[in-house]
């Protein structure tokens, strides 16, 4: 066999395994991630959408049935986003039922404090600490029909009769409030009111708010959908470019 042969051959073995490789990686993204693409993956994209959907699982690891977002997986991506050069702005897609507080405020926190312009979506519900992240972007939208549970913090597992129980869990019920009313028009005693409300949850003490209802209290900026997000972030971006470039004149 000459050398030329050989080589074409072993081109032909070869390829057949990059493909594979290809379909594997692209696999382990949707199975770990949810999603075919992450950051550091659309180089050719201004606008990156990140999803935040079923229960957010924190520090626990929930059963493999539950629908959830990983803490772990979204944070690498916000830090992915706010490196990347080619990402001008962020689209936050939540259709969520809360989940583990402090995992939620860490997501919450990280997408306040990116240099690059965000608009947060509701879609279907943004309960419990879901409320928070969906605060924390530049603006907010909800659809008509989506909803938001607000209600008190709450602890699972073993819980120790003491006052300090009381204490750490007034003092976290505290780190969500001053979060939601620092980064919303709501004020801290409408959110409180919101929040103790009794009778409006069946089995618990809250407000389930819906759509417009929402807007009108100060917890989102407008109601909207996906058209109304991505032209809005396309404004923030067009704001945030012309005033670099004022900087740079």
């Known amino acids: 066999m000459s050398d030329s042969t050989y080589q074409s051959s072993n081109q032909q073995q070869q390829e057949p395994n990059k493909q594979d490789a290809g379909k594997d990686s692209l696999v382990n993204k949707i199975q770990q991630l ?27 690891q929930l059963p493999p049935q539950n629908k959830t977002t990983k803490y772990e997986h979204v944070i690498p991506q916000i830090v992915a986003i706010e490196q990347n050069p080619n990402i001008e702005g962020l689209l936050v897609i939540l259709n969520t039922v809360g989940g583990d507080v402090e995992a939620g405020l860490a997501i919450s926190e990280m997408l306040a404090s990116l240099s690059k312009p965000t608009v947060s979506l509701v879609l279907g519900g943004g309960h419990s600490i879901g409320v928070p992240i969906a605060v924390s972007c530049d603006y907010s939208f909800i659809a008509e029909t989506a909803t938001m549970t607000i209600h008190p913090v709450r602890l699972t597992g073993l819980v120790i009769g003491v006052a300090q129980t009381f204490e750490y869990l007034d003092k976290m019920q505290d780190r969500v409030i001053n979060f939601v009313t620092k980064n919303s028009n709501v004020s801290e005693e409408k959110f409180k009111e919101l929040m ?11 407000t ?14 407008s109601v909207g959908g996906v058209g109304e997000a991505i032209r809005k972030l396309n404004e923030l971006v067009e704001e945030r470019q012309e005033g670099e470039g004022k900087l740079l004149q």
């Open 196 to 206: 103790l409300t009794k009778g409006n949850l069946t089995r618990d003490i809250g």
């Open 34 to 60: 949810g999603q075919t693409n992450i950051a550091q993956m659309t180089p050719d994209s201004k606008i990156h959408c990140l999803t935040i959907v079923g229960q957010i699982e924190g520090h626990v």
């Open 208 to 221: 389930n708010v819906v759509g417009s209802d929402a807007v009108e209290y100060g917890l989102i900026d």
